[in-house]
Nanobody, 118 residues
């Protein structure tokens, strides 16, 4: 039933980098990947789910203030894939990261854990 699968999380030291990947199954979507607006969210322990970054169907970008200048969201429509390049990671970036596709409906991935610790 999974339509979005995140990967690339792990344990990294402060200042390190990770690249998260979200692979979409276009055969399950009701529309082709290119028409979806795509999002990265994260949820830290004891906190609500936070919007980190987004990229629209026409490649308009948004970032939260907390990650601006450190994270980069991108998409490869030919591969049905969303990316989040995370540089200069901080302990406060520790969270489960989720991707979301949205058009007429919303689709969520299962999440991938990112832990930033010395």
């Amino acid at each position: 039933q999974a339509q979005l699968v995140e990967s690339g999380g792990g344990l990294v030291q402060p200042g390190g980098s990770l690249r998260l990947t979200c692979e979409a199954s276009s055969t399950i979507f009701t529309k082709i990947f290119v028409v979806y607006n795509m999002y990265w969210y994260r949820q830290a322990p004891g906190k609500g789910r936070e919007l980190v970054a987004s990229i629209s169907r026409d490649d308009k970008l948004t970032y939260s203030d907390s990650v601006k200048g450190r994270f980069t969201i991108s998409r490869d429509n030919a591969k049905n894939t969303l990316y989040l390049q995370m540089n200069g990671l901080k302990p406060e970036d520790t969270a489960v990261y989720y991707c979301k596709a949205a058009s007429q409906y919303e689709y969520w991935g299962q999440g991938t854990q990112v832990t930033v610790s010395p």
